[in-house]
């Protein structure tokens, strides 16, 4: 009994991990590296057309109803600077509402 006892703590104490002067490795100092350059660069001018289509329906108070079915169409456009990570810029944009089945006049209906 006591040579299984002297065996398990002679394994137990044999896997101990070795202690030499030379096996300690030290990270090198830590170097801050230099601000790395974006893949894409958002700067520069831009200009788009955009256009959509409504549906819709209003009823009002005094009991007449009107179709606003319609359209509209836009232009936008821009000019973006990128400084580092932050994107810096001017837009403006212009929209019209294409008139649809019913926009033009008013339908009342009772």
Not at 7 to 28: E, G, I, W, Y
Request: cysteine-free.
């Amino acid at each position: 009994m006591y040579t299984k006892i002297i065996a398990l703590a002679a394994v137990a104490f044999s896997a101990a991990p070795a202690f030499a002067a030379d096996a300690v490795v030290q990270d090198p100092a830590y170097v801050q590296q230099g601000q790395t350059q974006s893949a894409f660069d958002w700067s520069g001018f831009y200009l788009g057309l955009q256009g959509g289509y409504t549906s819709t329906h209003a009823s009002y108070l005094d009991g007449s109803e009107q179709d606003l079915d319609g359209g509209s169409t836009g232009i936008y456009g821009g000019y973006n600077f990128q400084h580092g990570p932050f994107v810096f810029g001017i837009e403006n944009d212009f929209n019209d509402r294409v008139p649809g089945n019913g926009v033009a006049g008013f339908h009342s209906h009772r």
